[in-house]
């Protein structure tokens, strides 16, 4: 059984809708400590230059990684770096959107960083759930029901595709200053979501499934 990386950051969420995979190692992202002690859990790793957490309040007989306070990644980036350095391949983001609309920006980042080194990652908030498709196809099951955005995330994202959406695409280029995929709707059938060149957010509202999504890359990048 694949071991999934899941990283809890100090936003906001919801405790109704976390639900942790058995297979799992476990990162508090600085303040996302506090996060896991209000869930009676216990992180496997904490780092961060925990400025938003009193020293006094560090566990102890928990691997910590302590990093200065000047540094060019955020907490949830050193996260992830950490966890793609021990090998994880698929990351559950908890605690990295809401609050301040910058960190929550910033996470996007993250989960485009993971996508293009071939890494899984979802960021799960309060009412959606957010990832990145690089180079690839996001093949959703069938049941899904609400909405689902696409949108570009960097450079012209070309060949966009969605498939059994409400609105389907069909080889088109989307680039960052026109949101031609927000608001699309899933049909209940089996989605996908396919971009031949470029980075993809993809963001729906459907948090009732237990299934995720998964993703195929192109054959001529694998």
Known sequence: ?????????AGEFDPASI??????????????????????????????D?????????????ETIRHPAQKDDTDMMLAAREGLSRGFDAFHIHGG????????????HVLSYLAE????????HRDCVITAVRDGTLCFPAGYGGTVSVFCHGE???????????????????DMSFPLGVSNE??????????????????????TQKELPSFVKNKQNI
């Open 1 to 9: 059984m694949q071991k999934i990386c899941c990283i809890f950051g």
């Open 19 to 48: 639900q942790l995979p058995e297979n799992r190692f476990i990162i508090a992202a600085d303040g996302g400590y506090n996060t896991l002690v209000s869930l009676g859990l216990c992180p496997d790793l904490l780092l961060g």
């Open 50 to 62: 925990f400025d938003s957490l009193d020293s006094s309040d560090l566990p102890a007989g928990i």
């Open 97 to 108: 959107a809401g609050g301040r609309l910058d960190h929550t920006l910033a996470n996007l």
């Open 117 to 124: 080194r071939g890494a899984a990652g979802f960021l799960f």
């Open 156 to 174: 012209n994202a070309r060949g966009v595709s969605l498939a059994e959406l409400r609105y389907p695409l069909n080889g088109a280029e989307l």
């Open 186 to 207: 899933f049909t209940g059938a089996p989605a996908s979501v396919r971009v031949g060149q470029g980075t993809l957010i993809v963001i729906w509202a459907d948090t």
